[in-house]
């Protein structure tokens, strides 16, 4: 059966993936409702509604905060998964986990304190801290993109 487009139970943005792309680097915080893969790079603070993805050539400096997270390149930070999380052969994390669930394959590396389980949310760092919904608007800080590096 077809869905109404004015049908109100979905978000607008359900089911949209963006996407940082191989030799983007973003510079500062990222946030939507849906989910985000990141092939290229990101210096600041990740969150999405549904889901990230950081394939094997992706980074992150700075905390992922989602539902769901598969991880295949290289993280320094914090990453809060409250539902999932599954660590591919390729990833390297360096800094805390909080997960409800993980999965980690063999060869993937993880330096730092793994929390499985029930998330605590006062044990979680402050840039790390599961927000109540994603705000509209501009971002908190300046964004800048480079193409190419």
Known sequence: MARDKNDS???????VISIIGPGMRVVGDCETEGTLRIEGV???????????VVGKDGSVTGDIVTQ???????????????SRLELQA????DGEIHA??????????????VHTGQIDREKLPASAAPRAAVP?????????????E
């Open 42 to 52: 990101v210096e600041g603070t990740v969150r999405a509604g549904k889901g990230v």
């Open 136 to 148: 509209a608007g501009p971002p908190a800080r300046p964004v800048k993109v480079l193409a190419g």
């Open 9 to 15: 139970a979905g978000s607008p943005h359900e089911g």
């Open 90 to 93: 390729t990833c390297q994390i």
């Open 68 to 82: 769901d997270a598969i991880i295949g390149g290289r993280v320094v930070g914090t990453v809060v998964a409250e």
């Open 100 to 113: 409800l669930r993980i999965k980690l394959e063999e060869g993937g590396k993880v330096n730092g304190q």
